[in-house]
């Protein structure tokens, strides 16, 4: 009976105290207890561009890493930047990540990181770098197009499917860039200055809704500084905050050369070290690898004795558990599949926005002469933008898209105006010639002859992707659109009141013509199945429902960022440069709310080709406890089928603290048939109301009266509702 007790009691414990055999942990624990110093050192830093070795001796193969976010990137060279020149790495191209977000649409996130990880797979990568969760700060900046947009909670609720998606092919994500990396300006050196509150509230909760509940396995820190000191050795940030205080088992790696010292990474926080000796872009030092600071230099610091061996364990556990839980499990993924580029046509035509229609769109199918304008319809985008460049296995152009929408139509092409800017890159797929010998002048005279008699006149203009346009290193000049495009629009919306103008751009821009022209679509950056996508949202064959991620404000000024110590930021008296994120909260529309302003376009709006009448909201109870729902009709009242999102921002009516108007904290897509009418519910938990308190440094709620707004964009309210919290 003794012995049958003491039996259960040790096999109890050994449930409890062993780890599952042939777990992650298990063999975690297993492979560190072989590891030699040499092959612990050799995990924890890089052994080409975007490889770290692995432990030979013990079967446990390289780590692969590839940009990002939007595709698989072509190979580059072992030790350089340059183009590795292979014949079978091109990929799709997916929309870019703020045309994810403008489709409000939590499963088409989850289909996006699905098919890219399927790529990502089928090429090897064991960690796609991406998502990127940066907060659109100021419309400048050079990388918005890769982020999603200006509210934190949007960001973090889109990158969490996406994640799931890209990790149930055993890829990792690597959420970028963590964190404060707002701008591209001095990117590589700036610091900033932010208080707590609003670094909690605004610039991290994407980053943690992303590591908690889309459980991502890598993280990248940043290339900038926070508190005088690198984000990569801020074991403030690393430690403290993403570490310790979201209990994450994770492995941060460093943006591409973003690590400094040996000390600084070693104790900061930082797991795997990439890029060093380069300034990220386009200098080299050859065969570094093994002056990494994470490799000899650490391993000398180990055998003096100013590194602990525990502190490296715990980077060498963390990539261990990178390479199990990525590790090959016999399926090989898949490329460039028909259903990548269903996904790719239909992610681009839900994230476009409607941004105006004077009754002109959709299309008529009976159109006989389009007249398509601007050198956007012709250029290829999926290159450009630095890291995030790719070679696309195909890239249809708007105007491509447009003539396959109508094949029977005559579709007359005329530049307009033109940018001089040759496609960067070595990957130009473009069927077009986009060289122009013509002036200026010539340039519209020829538009304006062209637009006779054309049932629609259409012009793709906005951004592309070269330097300081959108694009990576460096940040836009100026907020109005480049190469002259606002006089030339003007000019011929003189002639085509109907004009109907597509924006292609990654970020907010001025559009002085809004009043003056017929209709206006966001177009963003759409990827392999661009013009398919715009033409489908063009002729109805889908209807419209994106909404914007960020306000389009009229002009730059009346937004947030109004001194030079904001932005681009100010040298110190020790030659450092320094950004105050002086604005706190107030980032996008929690500015334009608190002002007052009225903007060209704000955060959340969004056409539809059919309209939808919001009922009243109703709340569960008057009072929350934990939890809360909300819950609105919403009926399509117009003669097509269409998708709304519905958003739900909280409104603190009374706070010890000052709070910005109203903050969004929940939103959901529906599609309703001509006279359908469905119910939204919002189900709401304290997080939703609390704000972060500096004294106690944590989140609070406190009790109150709190307003519930329903609607269909920031400014656009439907039905409120109030109710307290005890
Ligand atoms: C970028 C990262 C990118 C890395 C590797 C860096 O310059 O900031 O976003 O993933 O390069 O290409």
Request: charged letters at 25%; glycine letters at 8%.
């Amino acid at each position: 009976m003794r012995f049958r007790y003491n039996a259960l009691l040790l096999s109890c414990l050994l449930i409890i105290g062993c780890k599952e055999k042939n777990s992650i942990e298990y063999r975690i624990d297993e492979t560190l207890r072989q590891l030699t110093l040499d092959e612990k050192i050799a995990l924890i830093h890089a052994q080409s561009k975007f490889s770290s070795k692995g432990v030979p001796r013990l079967g446990i193969p390289e780590l692969w890493c590839d940009d990002g976010p939007h595709g698989v990137r072509p190979e580059t060279l072992w030790d350089e930047w340059d183009t590795a020149s292979w014949t079978n790495d091109s990929c799709t191209a997916f929309p870019s990540l703020t045309c994810l977000a403008a489709s409000w649409d939590r499963s088409l996130a989850e289909e996006y990181g699905k098919n890219l990880g399927e790529e990502a797979r089928y090429r090897g990568k064991n960690v796609l770098l991406g998502p990127g969760v940066n907060i659109c700060r100021t419309p400048l900046c050079g990388r918005n197009f890769e982020y999603m947009g200006e509210d934190p909670y949007l960001s973090g609720q889109m990158s969490v499917p996406y994640i799931k998606g890209l990790q149930s092919n055993k890829v990792a994500a690597c959420v970028k860039h963590y964190a404060l990396n707002n701008q591209e300006y001095e990117r590589l050196q700036v610091n900033v200055n932010v208080d707590e509150r609003t670094l909690q509230e605004i610039y991290l909760p994407a980053f943690r809704m992303a590591v908690q509940d889309g459980g991502a396995w890598s993280l990248m820190s940043s290339y900038n500084k926070f508190q005088n000191e690198w984000v990569s050795h801020n074991s403030y940030l690393l430690k403290d905050i993403l570490k310790d205080g979201w209990n994450w088992d994770g492995a941060v790696i460093s943006d591409w050369g973003a690590v400094h010292d040996t000390d600084g990474a070693a104790n900061g926080g930082l797991d795997l070290e990439f890029g060093s000796h380069t300034n990220g872009v386009d200098q080299n030092v050859a065969n570094a690898y093994d002056s990494y600071y994470m490799a000899q230099p650490y391993k000398e610091k180990l055998k003096e004795g100013t590194l602990s061996e525990s502190e490296l364990d715990d980077k060498v556990r963390r990539v261990l558990r990178l390479h199990f839980r990525t590790a090959s499990d016999g399926y090989f993924g898949k490329m460039c599949t028909d259903e990548h580029y269903e996904v790719c046509r239909k992610i681009g035509a839900e994230g476009i926005v409607l941004l105006k229609n004077a009754g002109i769109l959709p299309m008529k199918k009976e159109a006989r002469k389009i007249v398509v304008l601007g050198e956007n319809a012709i250029r290829p985008m999926v290159v450009g933008g630095s890291s995030s460049s790719l070679k696309a296995q195909h890239e249809i152009s708007p105007l491509e898209g447009i003539r396959r929408a109508y094949p029977d139509a005559e579709v007359v092409y005329e530049r307009a105006y033109y940018s001089g800017e040759p496609t960067p890159g070595k990957y130009n797929y473009s069927q077009y010639d986009i060289t122009e010998t013509r002036s200026a002048e010539k340039l519209i005279e020829d538009a304006l002859a062209a637009v006779e008699n054309a049932d629609y006149v259409i012009f793709i203009g906005g951004l592309n992707k070269n330097k300081k346009q959108d694009c990576e290193g460096k940040d836009r000049l100026s907020y109005d659109l480049p190469y002259n495009q606002n006089e030339v629009i003007e000019n011929i919306a003189e002639r085509c009141p109907d004009l109907i103008y597509v924006n292609i751009s990654g970020s907010p821009v001025a559009m002085p013509f809004r009043d003056k022209v017929g209709a206006i679509l966001q177009g963003w950056y759409l990827g392999s199945e661009t013009g398919n996508a715009i033409a489908d949202v063009l002729t109805g064959k889908v209807n419209p429902s994106g909404k914007l991620p960020f306000t389009f404000p009229s002009k730059l000024e009346d937004g947030p960022i109004r001194t030079e110590r904001q932005y681009p930021g100010v040298t110190d008296g020790q030659g450092r440069l320094q950004v105050y994120y002086d604005e706190g909260l107030y980032v996008g529309y929690r500015w334009y709310d608190k002002h007052n302003i009225t903007t060209l376009f704000p955060f959340g709006y969004g056409m539809s080709y059919t309209t939808f009448e919001y009922g009243e909201a109703k709340a569960s109870s008057h009072t929350m406890k934990d939890r809360l729902t909300i819950s609105i009709p919403v009926k399509n009242t117009g003669k097509s089928a269409g998708a709304e999102v519905v958003q739900l921002y909280i409104h603190d009516q009374e706070s010890t603290v000052d709070r910005p108007e109203k903050e969004l904290k929940g939103f959901e897509k529906i599609w309703l048939e001509p006279g359908e009418t469905k119910t939204v519910t919002f189900t709401i938990g304290k997080d939703a109301l609390s704000f972060y308190d500096v004294e106690k440094h944590g989140w609070v709620a406190e009790k109150g009266a709190f307003t519930a707004l329903v609607g269909a964009s920031s400014t656009d309210i439907r039905s409120s509702i109030t109710f307290d919290l005890k």
